[in-house]
């Protein structure tokens, strides 16, 4: 059985240039902006010569959709970063898919400099073939609109506005949420999730009757898979790592700050701590780019430890992305250029992907301590 590895990690500051940037963004103006029909990543262009990159999330869960990968497309961007999340997205009672925002989302963007905007969907439309199913879910445009216009004047870092906003705008944009997901519903005959048990959750945030980040922090990490594997976490000796093993990573950054953090993989060779972010396909030559720049993205923070330690012991360690699908042979970037054509040749690699790998070899090559791993099933 898998062993679970605490580590602590101290990060001082993030200074991270993606590479894997295959087209520029769109750039889109302000004046009639609407989150709904917006590109999921953008530059967000205002009159008065501002501008700030932007992405959205589908729903408020990390595994799915994406919404890391569309992070990492603006991640490059000097000017503010803002991404929108919604707080729930209820699929419909016949869905398991019933997902709610938690407070290791609000950690991951902290750290990252990203500022959120929280949002609900007010309307979704019932799925055409599946009862008691939704789908086209639309966000309320005017709050975020509201938010957007606030974030330009706000003197704030990130952390100080997704702290601030938590606190004041939290229950109310949840409440909104479940109201409108009751109101869907209705409209359309269909059961949804329980109202009750999505306030039950709410009343867990609160104390004294106002939204707690600590509050927050402390039951939603609870409700998580890997929280409730982290209070079972034991402390293995490193040798005993296989790849697969799961690493809970406590981060400490500069202000003093406290987060809690979960990694794929970690195995111990040559000497250093391996961190890896894996992804996987089954029918395609290797994942997508989408997965690739979902996995990189979450690997940023790995990437941007300072010091790592286990039992108090400071350890080496390096981070890597592995790629398996139907393919022949390994590679292992950074690669001279000539292994990479080698590789796509033997793998019979389209244009386009031929043309990702060389971006990935960029990246491995000015990041120093990162590597990508790309192999058979």
């Known amino acids: 059985m898998s062993k679970n590895l605490k580590l602590k990690g101290i990060i001082r500051n993030i200074n991270y240039d993606p590479q894997v940037r295959t087209k520029p963004l769109e750039r889109v103006p302000f004046d009639g902006f609407d989150i ?12 008065d010569d501002i501008s700030f990159g932007y992405s959205k999330w589908n729903t408020p869960k990390l595994s799915r959709t994406y919404p890391s990968a569309r992070i990492y497309r603006t991640y490059h961007l000097q000017s503010k970063r803002v991404t929108v999340i919604p707080v729930i997205k209820d699929e419909g009672k016949n869905s398991p898919n019933n997902d709610r925002i938690s407070s290791m989302i609000l950690a991951r963007m ?20 599946r009862a008691n199913r939704t789908t086209d879910h639309f966000f309320n445009n005017e709050f975020v609109l509201e938010r957007i216009r606030e974030i330009t004047r706000a003197q704030k870092s990130a952390l100080h506005w997704n702290m601030m906003h938590f606190e004041r705008d939290f229950e109310y944009v949840y409440r909104q949420a479940v109201e409108s997901y009751q109101s869907v519903g209705k409209r359309y005959g ?3 999730h329980s109202a009750e048990d999505h306030l039950a959750i709410l009343e867990q945030y609160l104390v004294d009757g106002k939204f707690n980040l600590e509050a927050f922090a402390r039951f939603s990490s609870a409700r998580s898979s890997a929280a409730a594997k982290r209070e079972a976490m034991t402390t ?3 040798e005993e790592l296989l790849d697969g093993d799961k690493a809970y990573v406590e981060l400490e ?3 003093g700050g406290i987060y809690h953090l979960t990694a794929d993989e970690v195995y111990w060779e040559e000497g250093r701590l391996v ?7 089954t029918k395609g030559k290797i994942p997508s780019l989408g997965d690739v720049q979902d996995g990189l993205c979450k690997n940023i923070l790995f990437y941007s430890i300072d010091e790592l330690y286990i039992g108090g012991e400071p350890i ?3 981070t890597r992305i592995k790629l398996t699908g139907n393919i022949e042979g390994r590679l292992r970037l950074p690669a001279e250029v000539a292994l990479v054509e080698e ?14 790998l060389l971006l990935y070899n960029i990246e491995t090559t000015e990041h120093p301590g990162l590597s990508i791993e790309i192999a058979g099933n």
């Not at 709904?36 to 205002?46: H, Q, R, V």
């Open 275 to 281: 961190i890896q972010e894996s992804k996987n396909t």
């Open 253 to 255: 950054n500069i202000q």
């Open 110 to 129: 902290n750290l990252m400099g990203i500022y959120i905007i929280l949002a609900w969907y007010e309307r979704a439309e019932p799925h055409p073939t």
């Open 190 to 192: 269909l059961q949804m």
């Open 343 to 356: 590789f796509v040749r033997a793998n019979k690699f389209t244009r386009a992907t031929r043309n990702n």
């Open 236 to 238: 293995q000796d490193l």
């Open 36 to 47: 709904n029909s917006a590109p999921a990543s953008g530059i967000l262009e205002f009159a």
């Open 316 to 318: 080496d360690f390096v």
